[in-house]
């Protein structure tokens, strides 16, 4: 699993620097034209963020899995989960005014990738919480 996470955080690393990319130039400049709003731009470039962050964050699980042991698979899964269905589908959603493409039934997906996020995080708090616990005894 770990080379596999590791792989993933690689081209996920490498789709985010080139969708912002993408975000700052292009669709800046479709916001400046009026064929995307300002609200979808800041929406994509959420997803942006989300997926660089959740991407050093999964690297980071997976260089530390020696010394935070529990749940790593699990919080690894969640993260790269949180970063298809929430980024993935807010790029898409945001984009849909100049793609022509209308996957509004992708909205309910977001929420999920957030929880998918939330989960991770909240896994990485109780694998810490209780290492700490089995190192005390």
């Not at 770990?2 to 690689?10: E, L, S, T």
């Not at 849909?96 to 996957?103: C, K, V, Y």
Request: with cysteine; charged share 15%.
């Amino acid at each position: 699993m770990r080379n596999g996470a590791m792989v993933f955080a690689g081209i996920s690393g490498c789709l985010a620097v080139i969708l912002g990319a993408f975000g700052a130039h292009y669709l800046r400049d479709k916001v400046e034209s009026g064929s995307l709003t300002a609200k979808d731009l800041d929406a994509y470039k959420t997803a942006v963020q989300y997926q660089l962050v959740h991407t050093l964050a999964i690297m980071g699980v997976f260089l530390i899995k020696d010394r935070l042991p529990l749940y790593n698979k699990t919080i690894g899964l969640l993260f790269m989960l949180g970063i298809i269905l929430f980024s993935g589908s807010i790029y898409i959603l945001s984009t849909g005014s100049i793609t022509g493409l209308n996957f509004k039934w992708l909205g309910p997906i977001t929420p999920l990738g957030g929880l998918c996020f939330i989960g991770g995080w909240a896994c990485l708090a109780v694998s810490a919480i209780k290492q700490k616990e089995v190192v005390k005894q």
